[in-house]
């Protein structure tokens, strides 16, 4: 029997609501078919947008969007996704399977969806193949209120207002798909390039987030850090950055051998959640290195890759990196989210990739049908921490699976209006068990929650859409303590008031 201690007396840091972010990239049936459909499209829309992807997105509370990518980042030049739809260029996505892509969904479109959401907005810049005139007329053309060519561009082009642009990404992977640049290359750049992210309306400053290391690689951190933050600034404030991005991807046998999404073993299950558990390390590594440069937290560690990554699904083209999801992928979700959470003084955004059809997305399509994954099913019942203070949560005599992973992987909130939000995941392939949640200071305590569980291969088709849902939770109190079950490869999350 495992307990939880949680002291709702001490609140921590705030977690940012952006830590529950996505990711949709022009990749694959990411943008196109996943969510834009056109405005002509039998399938219920509104401007083009799915209306059933942006009802189930809704729920889950997206707070930020990143787009256009990604590679594709690096290769996207604004001016051809703006004006008419019929007299677009048109371009080879070299990245994502050498097809077509008529640039049907720009800057508007891409706006429009972040307004359906009501969700902030996170535009990538291109470094690796744009200019700098490039990004910052398309900064103008988003943000600018007064009479400019390219605001007068947007206003022909159907809107008249500027648009809130909350988060600008400068290039994407430079040190791979982005250029290939040497890290003090990129961080020459990339002071030159941020320059031009004009901050038009002082009430409405843009977030500039600078391109961050693969993975391990702190010495990329540590040298753009050196060049971009630490050396001095005219505003004297935070240097030239208000984020840095961190990717990483999970893959059970490394890249060459990712392994199938549906199809594994339990040692391929349990490499897969070791490897997910290895965010908290890369985090705490980065963040030393922050530290270093930047003791007071100013900018942000921002996640804005993360995800599992396995082969894509047989039959599908390569380069669509499309994939199943099972209820692997949502302990993987769960015990990354907790991560966040943990280190939300230092990890300002995060976003998983991909939101539809890509990687470790939250929805999959299919012609008109739609299915929620199991890993949607995470961010809906991990919602209640988007934007609530950490609590301490310490797990006493859960056990450990596979030779030291935890079998209980927990994380606690405090919403502003004392609602305590308590998130857990049984890593274990074949044990339950009771979990007391023990409130520190509180007489009694009452709640309610929900679990995910199953065989760890299950999986939503479009055939059994339901096949892994939610399920109520019985919560039993005992005084100042609660205390559930949690089956086997589970997923829980309990508030308590
Ligand atoms: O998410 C898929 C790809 O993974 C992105 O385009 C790239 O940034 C990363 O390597």
């Known amino acids: 029997m495992a307990t939880i201690h949680i002291d709702p007396t001490r609140p921590r840091s705030r977690i940012a609501p952006e830590i529950y972010g996505h990711f949709s990239e022009h990749l694959g049936r990411c943008i196109y078919e996943g969510i834009f459909v056109g405005p002509d499209s039998a399938i219920p829309n509104e401007n083009g947008i799915r209306r059933d992807v942006t009802q189930a997105l809704r729920k889950i509370r997206v707070p930020v969007l990143r787009w256009p990518g990604g590679c594709f980042a690096d290769e996207y030049h604004w001016q051809d996704g703006v004006g008419p739809r019929e007299s677009r260029k048109r371009m080879v996505n070299t990245h994502w399977g050498g097809v077509l892509e008529d640039n049907s969904f720009g800057t508007h479109e891409y706006f429009e969806l972040c307004r359906q959401l009501g969700c902030k907005t996170y535009v990538n810049g291109n470094v690796g193949s744009g200019t700098v005139r490039e990004m910052s007329e398309w900064v103008e053309y988003m943000t600018f209120g007064g009479l400019s060519p390219m605001a007068e561009l947007r206003a022909k082009n159907g809107h008249e207002a500027p648009w809130r642009l909350d988060y600008f990404g400068v290039g994407n992977e430079n040190w791979g798909c982005g250029g290939n640049m040497t890290p003090s290359y990129y961080a020459d750049l990339y002071r030159r390039y941020q320059t031009y992210v004009r901050q038009y309306d002082p009430g409405a400053p843009i977030a500039r987030i600078c391109g961050g290391p693969n993975a391990d690689d702190v010495n990329w951190t540590r040298t753009v850090l050196e060049t971009c933050f630490a050396s001095p600034h005219p505003d004297g404030a935070h240097g030239y950055m208000d984020g840095l991005s961190l990717h990483y991807y999970v893959h059970p046998g490394g890249w060459d051998h990712k392994g199938s999404a549906t199809a594994f073993s339990d040692t391929e299950y349990y490499a897969t959640m070791k490897k997910a558990l290895h965010m908290e390390d890369l985090i705490a590594m980065h963040s030393a290195v922050m530290d270093g440069f930047d003791p007071e937290k100013k900018i942000g560690l921002m996640v804005d890759e993360w995800g599992a990554w396995y082969d894509v699904e047989p039959g599908t083209e390569p380069g669509f990196l499309y994939q199943q999801n099972t209820m692997r992928d949502a302990l993987v979700a769960a015990v990354t989210l907790n991560i966040f959470n943990g280190h939300s003084d230092r990890v300002r955004l995060a976003c998983i990739a991909q939101m539809v059809n890509v990687l470790q997305s939250v929805i999959l399509t299919e012609g008109p049908r739609m299915l929620l994954t199991p890993t949607y099913h995470v961010f809906h019942m991990y919602r209640d921490h988007q934007g609530a203070r950490l609590l301490d ?105």
């Open 393 to 497: 949560a310490e797990v006493e005599g859960a056990g450990a699976v596979d030779g030291g992973l935890p079998a209980i992987h927990a994380s606690a909130s405090l919403a502003e209006d004392g609602t305590v939000t308590v998130t857990a995941a049984n890593l274990s392939l074949t044990h339950g068990q009771d979990v007391t949640i023990r409130l520190r200071g509180v007489p009694t305590a009452r709640g309610e929650g929900s679990v995910l569980t199953g065989d760890v291969h299950s999986h939503n088709t479009f055939d059994r859409p339901d096949a892994v849902r939610e399920k109520k939770l019985d919560v039993t109190s005992v005084g100042p303590a609660v205390t559930i079950h949690m089956p086997a490869c589970s997923v829980a999350a309990v508030q308590l008031r």
